[in-house]
């Protein structure tokens, strides 16, 4: 009889395929988040009252060089000034109830739906430290390499219905880089962060630079101090012009 001589290398291959899925076996996602947010510092980072962070931020294919100050109070308030040279100031924030963004080129805008769902995650510090009551599901999917370190890929599905990425350093346990689309009133931009030079103010860990690839440009961001204070004196609320926007028709 004669047999096909394949067949005699199946055995074989059922092993490779049971190494290679040996091989693919990932850290579960929920060990990587918690991993992360004691890098970071987290219990310190979501029970400050205040957190001042201030520096400066660059897109050199376009010549600006900026300045910025973000502010967050306890549980879930923050807002974010930049000062561009020349241009003008850009403002984004959200007092826990009223979301909103104003920039010279479009003014001051109340922000609704998505745009508003997505400000809500950003500013509750619980999802910047990726706790994991913020999210509805979390899952490692890829054993990888970004901002050129070996990381572990887990997709974040909100509470909100967002869909994120981020890629936790197989090493340190720290953030090396992101992916999400953002939520812009010029419609999804989809955005890679690269994260490193990680130091530590006080009691917790930063990226003190981040380098953002968006629309075909490179936004750079580095990050001179962090303050963790008590709040005593500083407020949140929206510019006036959001304010008169942000009243009920009469």
């Not at 920039?103 to 510090?125: C, F, Y």
């Not at 970004?146 to 974040?156: D, G, I, P, R």
């Not at 990680?198 to 380098?211: E, L, M, P, Q, S």
């Not at 580095?222 to 012009?241: H, K, Q, R, Y």
Request: charged residues 15%; contains cysteine.
């Amino acid at each position: 009889m004669i047999r096909n001589p394949l067949l005699a290398f199946l055995p074989f291959v059922a092993i490779a395929q049971v190494a290679g899925a040996q091989q693919a076996v990932l850290p579960p996602a929920a060990g990587l988040l918690a991993k992360y947010g004691t890098a970071v510092g987290a219990p310190t980072f979501i029970g400050a009252r205040s957190i001042v962070t201030k520096g400066g931020l660059s897109m050199p294919a376009a010549g600006i060089n900026a300045t910025f100050e973000m502010t967050q109070l306890a549980p879930n308030q923050m807002q974010m000034v930049t000062t561009i040279p020349g241009m003008g100031i850009v403002e984004v924030g959200f007092d826990g109830m009223t979301a909103w963004a104003s920039d010279p080129m479009q003014g001051p805008r109340v922000l609704a739906g998505k745009e508003l769902d997505q400000m809500k995650d950003e500013a509750d510090r619980r999802g910047l430290v990726r706790s994991a009551e913020m999210f509805a599901k979390i899952e490692t999917v890829a054993d990888t390499t970004m901002n050129s370190e070996h990381c572990y890929l887990v997709k974040l599905t909100w509470k909100s219905g967002r869909e994120t990425f981020d890629c936790y350093s197989a090493a340190t346990g720290l953030m090396v880089g992101s992916r999400s689309v953002q939520k812009t009133a010029m419609g999804d931009i989809p955005v890679i962060s690269l994260f490193s030079d990680y130091k530590r103010f006080g009691d917790i860990t930063v990226a003190t630079k981040t380098v953002q690839e968006l629309m075909g440009q490179q936004q750079i961001l580095t990050i001179s101090s962090v303050d963790v204070g008590t709040g005593v004196g500083l407020t949140i609320t929206p510019p006036a012009a959001v304010q008169a926007l942000a009243k009920p028709a009469k």
